[in-house]
């Protein structure tokens, strides 16, 4: 199985902050990476497949990046309805799997 | 616009089987890829397995080989998953999603509880 691994596992930020999420594939899985927001209570959110495409009316301040075993999540401008916890997805291989998680709190 | 309804919380002994429904609307079943993710209380998401109705096709993740059973009724656009040989550590909330790579539709979850 493809092990994804993500850091930080949690962090704190201001509001309007930039904040940085890696995840990073076991092997090579080109760009099929997707990332969810996770608010408690609530199933996963699609907000960015292919690695890099916003999923349709997503905010544009959530980006994705990256291809290969190296992937980056950035909010750009930290918002309070934000807080949530972040998950990336590869589907380059059965099983799908996904990272542990990032838990994005307010400073 | 596509939603998925699913069934309500179980409670279930060790050993026993469970069986989690997940109605579509806004869509027939047979268009598309059904899969299923569990989250274990206070953990990470683990996707179980999936089926594409269309072409009877099943996938299921190794861990769970022998023990899950994904099936589909196109006629009334509902798919289900059954569990068997329960444990403690199955207790969870189990999620239908569309598709099979990219997950944009969500069930609502299930909560299922094994408890003795």
């Known amino acids: 199985d493809i092990q994804m691994t993500q850091s930080p596992s949690s962090l704190s930020a201001s509001v309007g902050d930039r904040v940085t999420i890696t995840c990073q594939a076991s092997q090579d899985i080109g760009n099929y990476l997707n990332w969810y927001q996770q608010k408690p209570g609530k199933a996963p959110k699609l907000l960015i497949y292919?690695?890099?495409i916003l999923e349709t009316g997503v905010p544009s301040r959530f980006s994705g990046s990256g291809s290969g075993t190296d992937f980056t999540f950035t909010i750009n401008s930290l918002q309070p309805q934000d807080i949530a916890t972040y998950f990336c997805q590869q589907y380059d291989h059965l099983p799908r799997t996904f990272g542990p998680g990032t838990k994005v709190n307010i400073k | 616009q596509v939603q998925l309804v699913q069934s309500g919380a179980e409670v279930k002994k060790p050993g026993s089987s469970v069986k989690v429904s997940c109605k579509a609307s806004?869509?027939?079943?047979?268009?598309?890829?059904i899969s299923w993710v569990r989250q274990a209380p206070g953990q990470g998401l683990e996707w179980m397995g999936g089926i594409i109705p269309m072409f009877g096709t099943k996938k299921y993740a190794q861990k769970f080989q022998g023990r899950v059973t994904i099936t589909a009724d196109e006629s009334t656009s509902t798919a289900y998953m059954d569990l068997s040989s329960l444990r403690f550590e199955d207790t969870a909330v189990y999620y239908c999603a569309r598709g099979l790579e990219r997950f944009a539709y969500w069930g609502q979850g299930t909560l299922v509880t094994v408890s003795s």
């Open positions: 806004g869509g027939t079943i047979s268009s598309y890829a």
């Open positions: 292919d690695a890099s």
